[in-house]
């Protein structure tokens, strides 16, 4: 059965304090892989797609990469506002559905 | 056009009550998805079309619980005999389908049933 796992489920960090998010998938055939932030009570914000191993994206302070079993996020010296639920998803060959993680929480301390 | 729109934001229903959601994609996608979202989890799959037609639908997904999409165009999700358990986040999402198939989500609509 195809899965995505999410890790840490919550993270604190200090304003400015670099840090990684990791989303592990087990799938059939990896089409793709997003990642989403979604604050509370609002729909999820796409980020990026990813679609091959070895890729990368970047904006602003987050840059996501991709190898052949997780992806990470890494947040770069975050501010408050960088303060959200990352989600992340994959979808697979045969379906166009997102299989989602439970994403990780994250607060940034001024 | 300015992205997903869901409509109500909010809904509080009686148990045993139907309700229904709309959603309106953003204009030129082809693909439309309904996912529900409770406290703490990730959004879980209930549905998706491709213009008209229904493509999948959750093994897990209940009888009570019926997507149209009419014309290709906007899609209303239906909950009928609305149970305690059915309380969650109802989101909707669109992308134009192809190998752009990132997703664009609503809002979503708050349900509660008491």
């Known amino acids: 059965e195809d899965q995505v796992t999410q890790s840490p489920e919550a993270l604190r960090l200090q304003e400015g304090e670099s840090s990684s998010l990791n989303c592990s998938y087990t799938?059939?055939?990896?089409?793709?892989l997003f990642w989403y932030r979604q604050d509370p009570g609002k729909g999820p914000e796409f980020l990026f797609t990813?679609?091959?191993a070895g890729e990368e994206k970047e904006k602003e302070r987050l840059k996501a990469t991709l190898t052949k079993k997780e992806s990470f996020l890494h947040i770069t010296a975050p501010k408050p506002e960088d303060s959200a639920t990352y989600l992340c998803?994959?979808?697979?060959?045969?379906?166009?559905?997102?299989?989602f993680g439970t994403g990780t929480r994250l607060k940034v301390l001024a | 056009d300015t992205g997903v729109s869901q409509d109500p934001r909010h809904k509080i229903t009686k148990r045993g009550q139907n309700v229904t959601f709309r959603c309106d994609p953003i204009?030129?996608?082809?693909?439309l998805y309904w996912y529900r979202q409770t406290l703490g989890q990730g959004p879980e799959f209930l549905t998706y079309?491709?213009?008209?037609?229904?493509?999948?639908k959750s093994r897990l997904l209940s009888d009570r619980f019926s997507a149209e999409r009419p014309k290709g165009s906007f899609s209303t999700l239906e909950i009928q005999r609305t149970e305690q358990g059915d309380s969650a986040m109802y989101l909707c999402?669109?992308?134009?389908?192809?190998?752009?198939?990132?997703?664009?989500f609503g809002q979503g609509t708050r349900l509660t049933v008491v």
């Open positions: 999402a669109s992308s134009l389908g192809g190998r752009n198939t990132e997703a664009f």
């Open positions: 799938v059939s055939g990896l089409r793709g």
């Open positions: 990813l679609y091959s």
């Open positions: 998803a994959v979808t697979t060959s045969g379906t166009y559905k997102y299989i």
């Open positions: 204009s030129e996608h082809n693909r």
């Open positions: 079309f491709q213009n008209e037609a229904q493509l999948e």
